[in-house]
Nanobody, 125 residues
């Protein structure tokens, strides 16, 4: 089991950067592929980015590709989401999650069993 705690959210102007962090407890962090999801007001939770256990493979949603970068530091039990060129439509609660099943796709929330509490990101125009 792993516990996840996100940080780094806040209010930022459109076009600005923000970096989210997700700290994991436990000694098995490197055994989990990790993902970032977000849920905007009145919207369903959606996939943002994912990273493999080693960090060698990353994936991003089309809506954030070229602007957001996911990375991880297994020595620090932390996964990051670097967000650049933020837009008002990026406003959402951002969640990190640990993937425990590999029967479906990395972008499906059903693949992830452990979730953080979320951190709010608000982008002003």
């Amino acid at each position: 089991q792993v516990q996840l705690v996100e940080s780094g959210g806040g209010l930022v102007q459109a076009g600005g950067p923000l970096r989210l962090s997700c700290a994991a407890s436990g000694r098995t962090f490197s055994s989990y592929a990790m993902g970032w999801f977000r849920q905007g007001p009145g919207k369903e939770r959606e996939f943002v980015a994912a990273i493999s256990r080693s960090g060698g493979s990353t994936y991003a949603a089309d809506s954030v590709k070229g602007r957001f970068t996911i990375s991880r530091d297994n020595a620090k039990n932390t996964v990051y989401l670097q967000m650049n060129s933020l837009k008002p439509e990026d406003t959402a609660v951002y969640y990190c999650a640990a993937r425990v099943t590999y029967s479906g796709s990395y972008y499906s929330p059903n693949e992830y069993a452990y979730w953080g509490q979320g951190t709010q990101v608000t982008v002003s125009s």
